[in-house]
């Protein structure tokens, strides 16, 4: 499948990545080469086989619902960038 | 080179025992081959204090009786594991000066067994490559050359710097990960051994994520031997990685008796397509024939679904790539470029912080699983990824390993591979099937090239059978008794 510009710019949005604009025709050629090389697999017969959500057979692990960790908000808080009052701060979302 | 740095973990940890060397010693030796190896780039970030530090305790240990499995062993964290206190990047700028306030389960239990980290491995960006060039704090170099020819080789990918570093002596051993060939490739590349274990053999806890169904740490080593003795240290059951098996360790060691007559060892015959490089397909034959010779039986199996295993890879792995680097926002760590609203923050927090290959995956994985198209994408992976398992299962009816080449080719140049996306994909051909299976995979070195650099094997066992596919391993490793050496290293 072959992705155009918008469509490209599209799923930029949906990502959260900024692409620039002199970037857009040959990124779309990239991804539209990958994309091809992967339709492969629609010769692949998969009626009535069910997908393969995971490797580990196992079943979930159940625990008492109980905090178990935590109690240092100095350590969480460490590495952000920005910081105020013990909270992570963001730009401004609502007017 | 120092004598010390020529030694296996085996030896190292008889000769503290009786008293030969230090733990201090050993360490310092590495830490002087380091410094005159730094061309390599094989290191982002070295810790010389510390590794003294703890080699001063594990003397204190060894002389107390005290000494771990892994106790005074020199090794290279891959810079993907969060290591309390160290700055760890996973060779992104996005991570920025992120330093971890804890330790991995992986890297804690080889801290817990002795071992002396000596720094963090340069690796891919978030792992994603089999040539280490997309990492954020340049390209890793492989200290293998062709015969009469310096152009400067890639040491494969991700773990390119863990394989550098472990070849070059300048690691005793090394960790990496492994979601699609990421230990194996390199290993190959580098002339080492590399383990991909059973899916949910060691803990994920603390390794920064990449495609959480694939991805597993494993050992990468100088021979079989020191891998069974290190994953053995790695391994174990973990509650806080839900995908964690609650299963024994057995001691991989003790399995490594040398017989393995009357084992069946299957040869698919998929894994020899029409463009097979003659040298590869000869070094398989003859591989074969070490293993045969030693009394196993060697029989064809097929695999059908394998040449549909790349493009699934390249499906589900960017999928959950996608969905796992969401995390990377700018707003609780590392990177941060300001905007003038939340989301102009995060779009261009993220097109500062990620790389070219980084963001090309994460935006096939948003486009995989966006409306409308994740039926026809990522659950159509999923089906054929489960069509490629049972073709293992199967397989593992009639025999008790599976031999393949590690790689198509031998180690490339650097910048050769870089511009086409897909055939740097095509690197990781004989790895992928496996990852996608889940399988413990082994990478053995067997033979150089005709241009002199080292190639690998495969060894495919059952689902955490590493006891066998070890002890296939050494079988190989002794029949091949590779023992080329880099330039330089040699004598």
Known sequence: MALDKTTVANIAVLARIDVEEDRMEALAGELSGILNWIEQLGEVNTDGVAPMTSVADLALAWREDKVTDGGYQDRVLANAPEQQDGCFTVPKVME | MSELTKLTIGEARDGMAKGAFTAVELTQAHLTAMEKARALNAYITETPDLALSRAEASQVRIQSGKAGSMEGIPVGIKDLFCTEGVKTTAGSKILGDFVPPYESF???????????????????????????????????????????????????????????????????????????????????????????????????????????????????????????????????????????????????????????????IGLPKEYRPEGLDPEIAALWDRGAEMLRDAGAEVVEVSLPHTKYALATYYIIAPAEASSNLARYDGVRYGLRVDGNSLDDMYRKTRAAGFGEEVRRRILVGTYALSAGYYDAYYLKAQKVRALIAEDFKTAFKTVDAILTPTTPTAAFGLGEEVNDPVTMYLNDVFTVPTSLAGLPGLSVPVGLSSTGLPLGLQLVGRYFDEETVLNVGSVLEKAAGFSALPKGLEG
């Open chain 2, 106 to 264: 992986v890297s804690r239990k080889l801290k817990d067994a002795g071992a002396v980290m000596l720094g963090k491995t340069n690796l891919d960006e978030f792992a994603m490559g089999s040539s280490n060039e997309t990492s954020a704090s340049g390209s890793c170099v492989s200290p293998w050359t062709r015969s009469g020819d310096d152009t400067k080789l890639v040491p494969g990918g991700s773990s390119g710097g863990s394989a550098s570093a472990v070849a070059a002596r300048i690691a005793m051993a090394a960790t990496g990960t492994d979601t699609g060939g990421s230990i194996r490739q390199p290993a190959a590349f580098c002339g080492i051994v590399g383990l991909k274990p059973t899916y949910g053999r060691c803990s994920r806890w603390g390794i920064v994520a990449f495609a959480s169904s694939l991805d597993q740490a494993g050992p990468m080593t100088r021979t079989v031997g020191d891998a069974a003795i290190m994953l053995r240290a790695m391994a174990g059951h973990d509650p806080m990685d839900s995908t964690s098996a609650p299963v024994e360790v057995p001691n991989f060691e003790a399995a490594l008796t040398g017989d393995i007559r009357g084992l069946k």
